[in-house]
């Protein structure tokens, strides 16, 4: 097995938004903001190589777009995912499986495209299976007023059209390994329905991909949950529960959101989990 990182692209969000009721004195140390409150996040993706399977972990939001709703996001660099697939050796084309952590528009906006006359969508994974789950999918084609403005039709429609979509065939909140996939998928309903979280043994580590349970360095802290979250206090009670196993078993966690820090471990302190050491990519995967 081999694990890539895959930079889709960054943007930027509302500060106070990313951490709800914290106050901005506390978040900006770790997330600094600029003059519009606005903080760098990431869109950063996993790309798992496994025997004949070649798997994209989330495909960030895509280019299909308006001008006028990436002007919302604060657009910046030059990462792209085609880009950064060439990178390392591949194309949109070699993927075989497309694993949809949740349905926001910022994870899985990169799976549709324009067709080649900009009359309609079609998906930019000729040859990929795009999973997802049941619960979560009913969740995003009957989306709450809270959520609507995340979950975009034309990411969703072109998927459940494409005969190429999947679902996981499991849907309680245990971590388990999905045998079609070959990681381990842990279910948590906080930030959204049934999202889920990818726990990957590689070379004698566990590599979490974070999502957005724990969407920046900046999120340790329990209280830090961001106001997107649908259901803050059960956020707590899933990070905490789930902060706890990663510093008692020594877990990577691979950040998709934070700009500045790739992977992650934590320890126990006096004032609960917290930060033990950041790595890049090269050094846990190479």
Excluded at 160 to 175: C, I, K
Excluded at 275 to 286: A, G, I, Y
């Amino acid at each position: 097995m081999n694990l890539y990182p895959i930079k889709a692209g960054n943007f930027k969000l509302d500060g106070g938004a990313m951490f709800g009721v914290v106050p901005k004195v506390l978040w900006n140390k770790t997330n600094p903001a600029d003059q519009n409150n606005l903080i760098d996040i990431a869109a950063r993706c996993l790309l798992v190589e496994d025997g004949n399977k070649l798997i994209l972990i989330d495909a960030g939001m895509g280019n299909k777009q308006s001008e006028k709703f990436f002007s919302y996001y604060s657009l910046w660099g030059n990462d792209s995912l085609d880009k950064s697939l060439q990178e390392k050796g591949f194309h949109r084309n070699d993927i075989t499986d497309v694993f949809i952590t949740h349905l926001h528009f910022d994870h899985c906006g990169g799976v549709v495209q324009w067709n080649n006359d900009r009359t309609g969508y079609e998906l930019a994974f000729k040859n990929a299976k795009i999973w997802s789950n049941e619960q979560h999918w009913q969740w995003a084609i009957e989306p709450n007023a809270r959520e609507k403005a995340s979950f975009l039709k034309e990411n969703i429609v072109p998927i459940q059209e494409s005969g190429q979509l999947h679902f996981v065939s499991r849907d309680d909140n245990t971590f388990q390994k999905e045998s079609d996939l070959g990681f381990g998928v842990l279910f948590v309903n906080g930030h959204t329905e049934k999202q889920m979280i990818p726990h990957i043994e590689y070379k004698g580590k566990t590599v979490v991909f974070m999502a957005d349970l724990l969407p920046t360095v900046g999120h340790i802290p329990l209280p830090y949950v961001m106001g997107y979250d649908t259901r803050p206090l059960l956020t707590l009670d899933e990070k905490k529960l789930f902060l706890e196993n990663a510093a008692n078993q020594g877990w990577y966690l691979f950040l998709e959101h934070d700009a500045h820090n790739e992977i992650i471990t934590v320890k126990h302190t006096e004032k609960g989990v917290r930060l033990k050491e950041v790595f890049t990519c090269d050094e846990v995967f190479n």
